[in-house]
């Protein structure tokens, strides 16, 4: 079955500086790439997907990226925020079916 | 419009207790998935509803796990027997049941076994 690891386990990135999450996949046939985004409390909630037939995906400050001959998908923050601290986690699935998620990254954006 | 809404927030039981949890999806959406979070931990799998079927049961981890949805829109996961490893997160999600749609969490269920 499909497995994902995601890196870093945490990041501290200062106010105003740009954040990267890094993601590997296992299973080739996933073609479903989401993102989300927990704060403490809540579910998580969807902040960008990207699908296979596509590379790269932006809106506004956030981007992802996707290497489907490596197996290598990228969250990137840029310009971070306060209100940006909370845990990612980024996921793989094929359209429709169930979500294998990565074990998460806390990110704390400092003063 | 409202989002995927679960009752009750938090339950606390004690070990061997049963217990049901609720879940309503957005309306309209056929597909709901059930996941359970462990603290420090991502989401996992535990069992996908389209319509009234459950199309994919793999993430149960044992017979003391069932989940229903009659109607084809609440959905309600039953807990047999409970345990101290059960306590976790559950979370539920919908989706349009598109092939290409997004899912979308509750607020999810935190479940403490005493």
């Known amino acids: 079955g499909e497995n994902v690891e995601q890196h870093p386990s945490t990041l501290s990135v200062q106010e105003g500086d740009s954040a990267v999450i890094k993601c590997t996949y296992s299973d080739s046939a996933s073609n479903y790439f989401p993102w989300y985004k927990q704060e403490l409390g809540k579910g998580p909630q969807l902040i960008i997907d990207i699908r296979s037939n596509v590379g790269e995906k932006k809106d506004q400050r956030i981007a992802v990226t996707l290497n489907k001959t490596a197996k290598h998908f990228s969250l990137h923050i840029t310009e971070t925020q306060p209100e940006d601290s909370a845990v990612y986690f980024c996921?793989?699935?094929?359209?429709?079916?169930?979500?294998?998620f990565g074990k998460g990254t806390r990110l704390h954006i400092l003063p | 419009g409202a989002g995927v809404s679960q009752t009750p927030s938090n339950k606390v039981t004690e070990k061997g207790k049963y217990v049901e949890l609720r879940c309503d999806p957005i309306?309209?959406?056929?597909?709901l998935y059930w996941y359970r979070q462990s603290l420090g931990q991502g989401p996992e799998f535990l069992i996908y509803f389209q319509g009234t079927g459950a199309a994919d049961d793999s993430g149960l981890p044992n017979d003391r796990f069932f989940a229903v949805r009659p109607e084809g829109s609440v959905s309600t996961l039953k807990i047999q027997r409970t345990e101290r490893g059960d306590s976790a997160v559950y979370l539920c999600?919908?989706?349009?049941?598109?092939?290409?749609?997004?899912?979308?969490f509750g607020p999810g269920t935190r479940l403490t076994v005493l």
């Open positions: 996921a793989a699935s094929s359209v429709g079916d169930k979500i294998i």
């Open positions: 999600a919908s989706s349009s049941g598109r092939a290409s749609d997004t899912q979308y």
């Open positions: 309306s309209g959406h056929t597909a």
